[in-house]
T-cell receptor
Framework: AQSVAQPEDQVNVAEGNPLTVKCTYS??????LFWYVQYPNRGLQFLLK??????LVKGSYGFEAEFNKSQTSFHLKKPSALVSDSALYFC????????????FGTGTKLQVIP | DAMVIQNPRYQVTQFGKPVTLSCSQT?????MYWYQQKSSQAPKLLFH???????NEADTPDNFQSRRPNTSFCFLDIRSPGLGDAAMYLC??????????FGSGTRLTVV
């Protein structure tokens, strides 16, 4: 069975500071990994994904994520946080083998303080 | 732009009165999903269609049904909404090996 853990319910960061939102995963095979962002009363928006290749993945709005196989982590990062980045962030995983449903983490609320 | 469209954005229904939520896509994705999301929790998968094949999650109540008349459209029917069914309902699409594209969601209120 596959699973995703987002250990922090909320992350607070000052505007202009770097931000990290943590995610660890568990799959039986090789993972597809995703980050989605959700603004209030909206659907989830795709930020970035890792399938194969470079461990550092760049995505939308200046976000990036680093795939670490040995630590089974896929932390979301941004060098300089904006107030407009405040939202709910979901990490997701699926097993690369064949068709598998995506499993979402419980979400991390990011609050960027002006 | 290719996208996933959910109608309506906000739906108010009476306790026990059947309600249908709709989702359409222009992406020509073969998989369509319905998720229920409560209070900023993780989205909970209710069911999905892989082409015409319907796949129900084991813990999805019988009160929830779905129809996919063609590739582009998928409907969520709630036969007898209860207060506990008030939530955001999210439709998503994907190809078998790609990321999901979500609609903006329908917020359901049960009165």
């Amino acid at each position: 069975a596959q699973s995703v853990a987002q250990p922090e319910d909320q992350v607070n960061v000052a505007e202009g500071n770097p931000l990290t939102v943590k995610c660890t995963y568990s799959v039986s095979g090789n993972p597809y990994l995703f980050w989605y962002v959700q603004y209030p009363n909206r659907g989830l928006q795709f930020l970035l994904k890792y399938i194969t290749g470079d461990n550092l993945v760049k995505g939308s709005y200046g976000f990036e994520a680093e795939f670490n196989k040995s630590q089974t982590s896929f932390h979301l990062k941004k060098p300089s946080a904006l107030v407009s980045d405040s939202a709910l962030y979901f990490c997701a995983v699926r097993d690369m083998g064949g068709y598998q449903k995506v499993t979402f983490g419980t979400g991390t609320k990011l609050q960027v303080i002006p | 732009d290719a996208m996933v469209i959910q109608n309506p954005r906000y739906q108010v229904t009476q306790f026990g009165k059947p309600v249908t939520l709709s989702c359409s896509q222009t992406l020509n994705h073969n998989v369509m999903y319905w998720y229920q999301q409560k209070s900023s929790q993780a989205p909970k998968l209710l069911f999905h269609y892989y082409d015409k094949d319907f796949n129900n999650e084991a813990d999805t109540p019988d009160n929830f049904q779905s129809r996919r008349p063609n590739t582009s459209f998928c409907f969520l029917d709630i036969r007898s909404p209860g207060l506990g069914d008030a939530a955001m309902y999210l439709c998503a699409t994907s190809r078998a090996d790609s990321s999901y594209t979500f609609g903006s969601g329908t917020r359901l209120t049960v009165v």
